[in-house]
């Protein structure tokens, strides 16, 4: 079994955010230990890397709404009741 869980070190002992499934009191295992600063660093190096290559694309975000946009009403039941009834 391979998991990746969150955990906070606290007086020299791994203490993990969540319950662990599949684990016994007592069992031995083997921790991997990232730095989440070091993570973020490594995922933002290889999003300016992507961007620089043009494998994405940045847009802006924007808190104000599109010049122009109206919603179109549109009658009958919400679209996502109408994919759940779609999917039974």
Known sequence: ?????????????FR???QVPGLTEGQRVTITVEDEA??????QELKR???????IAHFPK???????FKPIKID???LSQ???????
Do not use: D, F, H, S
């Open 1 to 13: 079994m391979n998991l990746m869980i969150e955990a906070t070190y606290e007086n020299g002992v």
């Open 16 to 18: 993990p955010v969540v």
């Open 38 to 43: 070091e993570i973020r660093k490594r995922e």
């Open 49 to 55: 890397q992507m961007e620089a290559e043009g494998l």
């Open 62 to 68: 924007t808190a104000e709404p599109v010049p122009g």
């Open 76 to 78: 009958g039941p919400p």
């Open 82 to 88: 109408t994919i759940l009834e779609e999917r039974r």
